[in-house]
Protein backbone atom coordinates (compact mmCIF):
# COMPACT_ATOMS: atom_id res chain seq x y z
CA UNK A 1 0.00 0.00 0.00
CA UNK A 2 1.64 3.06 -0.80
CA UNK A 3 2.65 5.35 1.64
CA UNK A 4 0.37 8.95 1.39
CA UNK A 5 2.64 12.26 1.24
CA UNK A 6 2.71 16.13 1.03
CA UNK A 7 5.85 17.67 -0.12
CA UNK A 8 6.41 21.58 1.24
CA UNK A 9 8.87 23.20 -0.68
CA UNK A 10 11.20 25.89 -2.31
CA UNK A 11 12.27 24.73 -5.90
CA UNK A 12 15.43 24.64 -6.42
CA UNK A 13 17.38 21.59 -8.04
CA UNK A 14 16.86 19.14 -5.66
CA UNK A 15 13.20 19.38 -4.58
CA UNK A 16 12.86 19.12 -8.03
CA UNK A 17 14.74 15.92 -7.91
CA UNK A 18 12.37 15.05 -4.63
CA UNK A 19 9.35 15.56 -6.98
CA UNK A 20 10.05 13.53 -9.33
CA UNK A 21 11.00 10.73 -6.79
CA UNK A 22 7.89 11.13 -5.18
CA UNK A 23 5.42 10.77 -8.55
CA UNK A 24 7.60 7.58 -10.12
CA UNK A 25 8.15 5.73 -7.00
CA UNK A 26 5.04 3.26 -6.41
CA UNK A 27 5.85 3.13 -2.86
CA UNK A 28 4.52 6.91 -2.08
CA UNK A 29 1.84 8.40 -3.08
CA UNK A 30 1.80 12.31 -3.56
CA UNK A 31 -1.49 13.99 -2.03
CA UNK A 32 -0.17 17.52 -3.08
CA UNK A 33 2.62 20.33 -3.31
CA UNK A 34 2.98 23.49 -1.28
CA UNK A 35 5.64 25.93 -1.93
CA UNK A 36 7.40 28.38 -0.40
CA UNK A 37 10.04 31.35 -1.16
CA UNK A 38 13.41 30.06 -0.19
CA UNK A 39 15.42 29.49 -3.21
CA UNK A 40 13.96 31.88 -4.94
CA UNK A 41 11.19 34.31 -4.43
CA UNK A 42 7.52 32.59 -3.61
CA UNK A 43 6.62 34.02 -7.41
CA UNK A 44 9.33 31.87 -8.92
CA UNK A 45 9.48 28.52 -6.25
CA UNK A 46 5.69 27.93 -7.27
CA UNK A 47 5.92 28.74 -10.93
CA UNK A 48 9.12 26.03 -10.53
CA UNK A 49 7.04 23.67 -9.43
CA UNK A 50 4.09 24.22 -12.07
CA UNK A 51 7.55 23.44 -14.99
CA UNK A 52 8.20 20.51 -13.27
CA UNK A 53 4.94 19.03 -12.97
CA UNK A 54 4.55 20.21 -16.61
CA UNK A 55 7.64 19.00 -17.94
CA UNK A 56 6.79 14.95 -16.58
CA UNK A 57 2.91 15.92 -17.50
CA UNK A 58 1.64 15.41 -14.33
CA UNK A 59 -1.76 16.95 -14.35
CA UNK A 60 -3.65 14.92 -11.20
CA UNK A 61 -1.53 16.56 -8.37
CA UNK A 62 -2.47 19.74 -6.20
CA UNK A 63 -0.07 22.38 -6.65
CA UNK A 64 -0.59 25.61 -3.86
CA UNK A 65 1.42 28.72 -3.71
CA UNK A 66 2.43 29.52 -0.18
CA UNK A 67 4.63 32.17 1.70
CA UNK A 68 6.53 34.56 0.32
CA UNK A 69 8.91 35.10 3.33
CA UNK A 70 9.58 33.53 6.73
CA UNK A 71 7.84 34.54 9.89
CA UNK A 72 9.42 37.19 11.23
CA UNK A 73 12.28 37.96 8.93
CA UNK A 74 13.54 39.35 5.49
CA UNK A 75 13.62 36.73 2.93
CA UNK A 76 17.02 35.36 2.05
CA UNK A 77 17.31 33.29 -0.92
CA UNK A 78 19.81 31.29 -3.10
CA UNK A 79 20.47 32.45 -6.17
CA UNK A 80 23.99 31.64 -6.35
CA UNK A 81 23.34 27.97 -5.94
CA UNK A 82 19.73 27.58 -8.19
CA UNK A 83 20.19 30.69 -10.13
CA UNK A 84 18.02 33.75 -11.36
CA UNK A 85 14.93 31.45 -12.34
CA UNK A 86 15.29 29.22 -9.12
CA UNK A 87 15.87 26.33 -11.65
CA UNK A 88 18.38 27.36 -14.09
CA UNK A 89 20.07 24.65 -16.23
CA UNK A 90 17.55 23.98 -19.05
CA UNK A 91 14.62 24.99 -20.86
CA UNK A 92 11.74 23.92 -18.61
CA UNK A 93 8.28 23.95 -20.39
CA UNK A 94 5.74 26.91 -19.28
CA UNK A 95 3.69 25.78 -16.65
CA UNK A 96 0.57 24.57 -18.35
CA UNK A 97 -0.54 22.96 -14.57
CA UNK A 98 -2.92 25.73 -12.64
CA UNK A 99 -2.02 27.02 -8.81
CA UNK A 100 -5.07 26.42 -6.30
CA UNK A 101 -6.18 29.77 -5.31
CA UNK A 102 -5.87 28.30 -2.27
CA UNK A 103 -2.87 29.48 -0.10
CA UNK A 104 -0.28 27.11 0.85
CA UNK A 105 -0.57 26.98 4.24
CA UNK A 106 -4.31 25.82 3.64
CA UNK A 107 -3.84 23.81 1.21
CA UNK A 108 -1.06 22.04 3.18
CA UNK A 109 -3.36 21.52 6.21
CA UNK A 110 -6.88 20.37 4.18
CA UNK A 111 -4.90 18.05 2.15
CA UNK A 112 -3.58 15.96 4.87
CA UNK A 113 -6.73 16.80 7.27
CA UNK A 114 -8.60 15.61 4.41
CA UNK A 115 -6.94 12.41 3.63
CA UNK A 116 -8.83 9.00 4.94
CA UNK A 117 -5.57 8.11 6.48
CA UNK A 118 -2.41 9.57 8.18
CA UNK A 119 -0.14 11.41 6.16
CA UNK A 120 3.77 11.94 5.81
CA UNK A 121 4.57 15.56 5.16
CA UNK A 122 7.91 16.47 3.90
CA UNK A 123 8.83 19.89 3.71
CA UNK A 124 12.46 20.53 1.61
CA UNK A 125 12.49 24.29 1.89
CA UNK A 126 12.39 27.09 4.54
CA UNK A 127 9.74 25.50 7.19
CA UNK A 128 7.20 28.81 7.51
CA UNK A 129 4.39 26.87 5.25
CA UNK A 130 4.66 24.08 8.18
CA UNK A 131 4.61 26.60 11.05
CA UNK A 132 1.78 28.34 9.89
CA UNK A 133 -0.30 25.32 8.88
CA UNK A 134 0.29 23.72 12.92
CA UNK A 135 -0.37 27.27 14.36
CA UNK A 136 -3.66 28.02 11.87
CA UNK A 137 -4.97 24.41 12.41
CA UNK A 138 -4.08 22.76 15.78
CA UNK A 139 -5.97 19.69 14.47
CA UNK A 140 -3.38 18.79 11.89
CA UNK A 141 -1.07 17.20 14.13
CA UNK A 142 -3.65 14.26 14.72
CA UNK A 143 -3.31 13.77 10.95
CA UNK A 144 0.60 13.72 10.37
CA UNK A 145 1.81 10.06 10.62
CA UNK A 146 5.32 11.93 10.35
CA UNK A 147 7.61 14.75 9.36
CA UNK A 148 10.70 13.83 7.13
CA UNK A 149 12.21 17.28 6.61
CA UNK A 150 15.49 18.16 5.04
CA UNK A 151 17.46 20.82 7.39
CA UNK A 152 19.74 21.75 9.95
CA UNK A 153 22.87 19.79 10.61
CA UNK A 154 24.92 18.06 13.10
CA UNK A 155 28.65 19.35 12.31
CA UNK A 156 28.08 20.43 8.64
CA UNK A 157 26.65 23.81 7.10
CA UNK A 158 26.41 25.90 3.83
CA UNK A 159 24.71 29.36 4.42
CA UNK A 160 27.03 30.49 7.20
CA UNK A 161 29.41 28.13 9.35
CA UNK A 162 26.90 27.01 11.66
CA UNK A 163 23.94 27.52 10.06
CA UNK A 164 22.07 24.87 7.04
CA UNK A 165 19.94 27.09 4.22
CA UNK A 166 16.21 26.25 5.03
CA UNK A 167 16.80 26.32 8.99
CA UNK A 168 18.86 29.69 8.88
CA UNK A 169 15.73 31.08 6.45
CA UNK A 170 13.25 30.72 8.72
CA UNK A 171 14.49 29.71 11.79
CA UNK A 172 11.02 30.64 14.11
CA UNK A 173 9.49 28.56 12.10
CA UNK A 174 11.90 25.50 12.45
CA UNK A 175 11.90 25.90 16.12
CA UNK A 176 8.00 25.62 15.97
CA UNK A 177 8.41 22.55 13.97
CA UNK A 178 10.97 20.98 16.18
CA UNK A 179 9.26 21.59 19.26
CA UNK A 180 5.50 20.37 17.93
CA UNK A 181 5.88 16.83 19.14
CA UNK A 182 5.19 15.50 16.08
CA UNK A 183 7.29 12.15 15.03
CA UNK A 184 10.06 13.73 13.01
CA UNK A 185 13.17 12.45 10.84
CA UNK A 186 15.55 15.46 10.55
CA UNK A 187 17.16 14.79 6.91
CA UNK A 188 21.13 16.90 7.91
CA UNK A 189 23.06 18.35 5.25
CA UNK A 190 26.52 16.57 6.76
CA UNK A 191 24.32 13.47 4.66
CA UNK A 192 22.91 14.83 2.39
CA UNK A 193 26.26 16.45 1.07
CA UNK A 194 27.34 13.04 0.28
CA UNK A 195 24.06 11.91 -1.51
CA UNK A 196 25.84 13.11 -4.37
CA UNK A 197 24.92 12.48 -8.29
CA UNK A 198 28.39 12.33 -9.92
CA UNK A 199 29.60 13.90 -12.78
CA UNK A 200 29.18 10.66 -15.08
CA UNK A 201 26.19 9.64 -13.75
CA UNK A 202 24.76 12.98 -14.85
CA UNK A 203 26.33 12.52 -18.40
CA UNK A 204 24.89 9.38 -18.36
CA UNK A 205 21.62 11.53 -18.41
CA UNK A 206 22.07 13.18 -21.23
CA UNK A 207 21.41 10.83 -23.46
CA UNK A 208 18.19 9.43 -21.86
CA UNK A 209 14.63 9.87 -22.39
CA UNK A 210 12.94 13.66 -22.23
CA UNK A 211 12.96 13.86 -18.74
CA UNK A 212 16.22 12.93 -17.91
CA UNK A 213 17.95 14.95 -21.25
CA UNK A 214 16.04 18.03 -19.29
CA UNK A 215 17.61 16.81 -15.94
CA UNK A 216 21.06 16.16 -17.05
CA UNK A 217 21.67 20.18 -17.47
CA UNK A 218 19.63 20.93 -14.58
CA UNK A 219 22.11 18.67 -12.40
CA UNK A 220 25.43 19.93 -14.18
CA UNK A 221 24.31 23.61 -13.78
CA UNK A 222 23.57 22.71 -9.85
CA UNK A 223 26.85 20.34 -9.30
CA UNK A 224 28.83 23.08 -10.93
CA UNK A 225 27.28 25.94 -8.28
CA UNK A 226 27.70 23.43 -5.74
CA UNK A 227 32.03 22.83 -6.65
CA UNK A 228 32.37 26.76 -6.74
CA UNK A 229 30.28 27.28 -3.43
CA UNK A 230 31.76 24.31 -1.11
CA UNK A 231 34.03 22.02 -3.53
CA UNK A 232 31.00 19.06 -3.55
CA UNK A 233 32.16 16.94 -6.49
CA UNK A 234 28.68 16.52 -8.32
CA UNK A 235 25.21 17.22 -7.48
CA UNK A 236 24.16 17.34 -3.85
CA UNK A 237 20.56 16.06 -4.11
CA UNK A 238 19.44 17.27 -0.64
CA UNK A 239 15.53 17.19 -0.71
CA UNK A 240 15.49 13.80 -3.05
CA UNK A 241 16.73 11.72 0.10
CA UNK A 242 13.57 13.01 2.20
CA UNK A 243 11.32 10.94 -0.47
CA UNK A 244 13.92 8.57 -0.39
CA UNK A 245 13.74 7.83 3.40
CA UNK A 246 10.00 7.17 3.21
CA UNK A 247 10.21 4.53 0.21
CA UNK A 248 13.20 3.04 1.88
CA UNK A 249 14.07 4.15 5.82
CA UNK A 250 17.05 1.97 5.20
CA UNK A 251 19.02 4.46 2.53
CA UNK A 252 19.45 6.45 6.02
CA UNK A 253 21.24 5.63 9.09
CA UNK A 254 19.72 7.74 12.31
CA UNK A 255 19.87 8.56 16.14
CA UNK A 256 17.74 9.69 18.27
CA UNK A 257 18.52 13.03 19.42
CA UNK A 258 17.29 16.32 21.12
CA UNK A 259 17.69 18.91 18.26
CA UNK A 260 17.06 22.55 19.29
CA UNK A 261 17.34 25.91 17.11
CA UNK A 262 19.30 29.11 17.65
CA UNK A 263 17.03 32.14 17.24
CA UNK A 264 18.47 35.05 18.74
CA UNK A 265 22.42 34.36 18.37
CA UNK A 266 24.08 37.49 16.28
CA UNK A 267 26.42 34.85 14.80
CA UNK A 268 24.82 31.72 15.46
CA UNK A 269 20.69 32.46 13.75
CA UNK A 270 20.03 29.54 12.52
CA UNK A 271 22.14 26.75 13.57
CA UNK A 272 20.63 23.34 15.03
CA UNK A 273 22.00 22.26 18.06
CA UNK A 274 22.22 19.10 17.96
CA UNK A 275 22.46 16.49 21.54
CA UNK A 276 24.36 13.49 19.92
CA UNK A 277 25.55 12.59 23.55
CA UNK A 278 22.69 13.09 25.51
CA UNK A 279 24.56 15.43 27.50
CA UNK A 280 22.00 18.66 27.95
CA UNK A 281 19.20 16.39 29.68
CA UNK A 282 17.29 17.43 27.11
CA UNK A 283 14.62 14.70 26.02
CA UNK A 284 14.73 13.39 22.29
CA UNK A 285 12.73 15.42 19.82
CA UNK A 286 13.91 13.78 16.23
CA UNK A 287 15.77 11.15 14.78
CA UNK A 288 18.86 12.35 13.09
CA UNK A 289 20.79 11.51 10.05
CA UNK A 290 24.60 10.21 10.73
CA UNK A 291 25.16 8.31 7.73
CA UNK A 292 23.56 7.48 4.16
CA UNK A 293 23.85 4.53 1.50
CA UNK A 294 24.63 6.70 -1.44
CA UNK A 295 24.64 4.18 -3.87
CA UNK A 296 21.10 2.63 -2.98
CA UNK A 297 19.92 6.61 -2.80
CA UNK A 298 21.07 6.78 -6.41
CA UNK A 299 19.62 3.58 -7.77
CA UNK A 300 16.41 4.87 -6.61
CA UNK A 301 16.73 8.56 -8.42
CA UNK A 302 18.02 6.87 -11.56
CA UNK A 303 15.22 4.36 -11.50
CA UNK A 304 12.63 7.19 -10.91
CA UNK A 305 13.52 9.38 -13.73
CA UNK A 306 13.81 6.33 -16.67
CA UNK A 307 9.83 5.39 -15.41
CA UNK A 308 9.19 9.24 -15.89
CA UNK A 309 11.15 8.86 -19.40
CA UNK A 310 8.50 6.08 -20.46
CA UNK A 311 5.66 8.02 -18.82
CA UNK A 312 6.35 11.19 -21.08
CA UNK A 313 7.14 8.98 -24.00
CA UNK A 314 3.90 7.37 -23.61
CA UNK A 315 2.28 10.27 -23.43
CA UNK A 316 3.70 12.08 -26.15
CA UNK A 317 3.30 8.95 -28.56
CA UNK A 318 -0.66 8.97 -27.32
CA UNK A 319 -1.02 12.13 -28.61
CA UNK A 320 1.00 11.17 -32.17
CA UNK A 321 -1.84 8.19 -32.67
O1 LIG B 1 20.63 23.44 2.43
C1 LIG B 1 20.03 22.74 1.37
C2 LIG B 1 18.57 23.04 1.32
O2 LIG B 1 18.36 24.42 1.05
C3 LIG B 1 17.86 22.31 0.16
O3 LIG B 1 16.52 22.08 0.52
C4 LIG B 1 17.93 23.30 -0.96
O4 LIG B 1 16.90 23.09 -1.93
C5 LIG B 1 17.69 24.57 -0.22
O5 LIG B 1 16.29 24.72 -0.02
CA1 LIG C 1 14.79 22.93 -0.97
Known amino acids: MAIPVFIDCDPGHDD ?3 IMLALA ?8 ISTVAGNQTGERTCRNAARVLTLVGETGV ?3 RGADGPLCRPLVTAGDIHGDSGLDGAALPEPLVPVSPVPGAQGLAET ?17 NVALALRGWPQLREHIREIVLMGGGVQDSNVTPVAEFNIYVDPEAAAAVLQAGIPLRVVTVDVTNRAIMDYQQIASLASGGPVSRVVAGLMQFFARANHNAFGIPGAPIHDALTVAAVIDPTVITTRSCNVVVETRGEYTRGCTVVDRYGVTG ?5 DVTFDVDRDRFIA ?8 LDVRVQDLQTGVEQ
Open 300 to 307: LMMEALKT
Open 25 to 32: NPAVHLLG
Open 62 to 64: PLF
Open 282 to 286: RPPNA
Open 112 to 128: IMGHGEAVTLIPTGPLT
Open 16 to 18: MMA
